[in-house]
């Protein structure tokens, strides 16, 4: 049986249902990330597991322990609040000791552990100040070592990292992998960052609008999205509608508004209407002439360690990242080829909505 | 449009009307008080005139008017004690509550304030009389007959009984300023809820308690309408002396000299207070 195990957990508020049947297992020691967009549930889903609200229906155990009701003074988790909750009449110190202080840890052995846990979130010059002293990242900071001083069996992360700056978040998030793997603490991270969940997650679960719609690793969760969704939430893609116009054993033939594109056959059959996914970084750009269709840059961006180009074409607008080698990168206005593996297309049934207009899907 | 804006003393003008107000209705009255106090007061004619400190010299040597200050404030300390202690914790409870429930309590809480002081002072007497309900339920119980009345502690009663509002209501809002989360993170460390409540709900809540014990303060060390009808007239306090003062001996700068004695004393004790509580949350909560 898993560690931690939420069943088929439902939360309403009147009619609108913030999480909807979600079920969850996660083992002991394993680190989960809950991505999804701003107001998903995701933060409802966690304040279930901590006790502060109540689900309207389903089960959480925690260790075999049906935990579903108990109050959230007996859980016993680590928890780091969206709003990081400090408490604001007691110094950086005392904020993080208190948690000790509860468990009853003698006087002697809270101000080391203490101590080390600021240590670790690099604010040990911090201790004596009050929380409307600090900046937000350093408050945020606070709150993460207050939930690891403990050294709970279950830390829950409500967006733990959001307001630091990159160098820091990346060493916090190596901090917190450390821990999880030292001491084998089970954490649950909220983040809508997916390069932080994908980072440091063993599984990701994406959320969309109170439901899991995807369980599984980053790599999966990237490579392989189950809905056209999370395609378009988890970093960038092309999304291109069209209709299947000829199947084969191995290769069927989509017509994308006139223009025939060749992928893996799959389980297609003619007539389907489906949506295809290509990332950017899957599209190579070849000379003119070559490759699968013609283009023109229209527009590029420097990413720092890539390029990003928006190309037209007779498919409408493509993105297309290519990696930052040193070359000297395309000109706008200059004609190029578009080529790719019929393999690294992703397919999804059905229509978009809307034809997206690529520089909307920019994560 | 001619003029530079700017130039506008726009502040200035904005706060006349209130200072208007004020200077009218409160520091003229007061400024009168406190120059008719320094008036010699003679017996036979009733004349005020000249320039005297007598009247404080009397007020200060005099034990009987020292007496009186000292019941005047430890009753003022005792109803603010007991409002704190009844108030933060109804406070604490009302904004635990959902509504309707919670519109609905407050607006008992509230109530009080719709009526007159002196209606309630009446309805305190007519309760506690010989009389009255509470007696004859005494008498029912064989407990025979009580004197209820005229003595401090129901002063202290009826005073909780009037300034409970005051209390509340600032609590009340600091409460609603609270991020819940706060609390919740408190109960996340395993804290009791008693112990979330004391050291993390009061602490931050404490410039509410602060102005609620002031205002509570302040209003029952000057009350008139609740020991009047309520100490009778053998229990004095300051303010029921200052009306004695006033309009039976007809002495009034004997009456303003107290006056001006009560403002003072007040005015220290509650800055005393202030500074001393404020001191401890200033850093902390800004
Ligand atoms: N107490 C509440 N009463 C009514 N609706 C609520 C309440 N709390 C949350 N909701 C609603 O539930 C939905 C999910 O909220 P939640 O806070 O879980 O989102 P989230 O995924 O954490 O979003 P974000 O990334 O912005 O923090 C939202 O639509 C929100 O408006
Ligand atoms: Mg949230």
Known sequence: MSFLELKDITKSYGTLNAVSDVTLSVEKGEFVSLLGPSGCGKTTTLQMIA??????????????????????????????FQSYALFPHMTVFDNVSFGLEMQRVPKSDRRPRVEEALELVHLAAYAGRYPRELSGGQRQRVALARAIVIRPPVLLLDE?????????????????????????????????????????????VVMESGRITQIDQPYRIYEHPETEFISRFVGKTNLLPGTVQAVNDRAATVSLGGVPVEIDAGALVRGDTVTLCIRPEKLRLTG?????????????????????????????????????????????????????????????????????????EAH | MSAAPARLPTPLILSAPAALLFGALILTPLVLTALLSFNEFEHATGRTHGFTVAHYAAVLSDSYYLEIFLRTFRVAALATAICVVIGVPEAYILSRMRNPWRSVFLLVVLAPLLVSVVVRAFGWSMLLGPEGPVNAVLMALGFGRMRLLYNEGTVIVALVHVMLPFMVIPVWTSLQKLDPAVEQAALSFGASRATAIVRVVAPQILPGILSGSLIVFGLSASAFAIPGLLGGRRLKMVATIVYDQYLSDLNWPMGAAVAVL????????????????????RRRLG
């Open chain 1, 51 to 80: 006790g502060f609200v109540e689900p309207t229906s389903g089960t959480i155990r925690l260790d075999g322990r049906d935990i579903t009701h108990a109050k959230a003074n007996s859980r016993g988790l680590g928890i780091v």
């Open chain 1, 160 to 204: 733990p990292l959001s307001n630091l700056d990159a160098k820091l978040r990346e060493a916090m998030q190596f901090e917190l992998r450390d821990i999880q793997r030292k001491v084998g603490t089970t954490t649950v991270m909220v983040t809508h960052d997916q390069a932080e969940a994908f980072s440091i997650s063993d599984r990701v």
């Open chain 1, 288 to 360: 003119t002439g070559l490759g699968r269709l013609p283009g023109r840059v229209a527009e590029r961006y420097f990413l720092g360690s890539q390029w990003l180009y928006h190309i037209d074409g007779p498919l409408g607008t493509l993105m297309a990242v290519t990696p930052n080698d040193g070359s000297a990168p395309l000109d706008t206005g200059e004609p190029v080829g578009l080529d790719w593996t019929p393999s690294v297309v992703r397919v999804h049934r059905g229509r978009l909505a809307e034809a997206p207009d690529p520089t909307l």
């Open chain 2, 262 to 281: 009560l403002l003072a004393a007040n005015l220290i004790v509650m800055l005393t207070y202030h500074r001393v509580v404020e001191g401890h949350y």
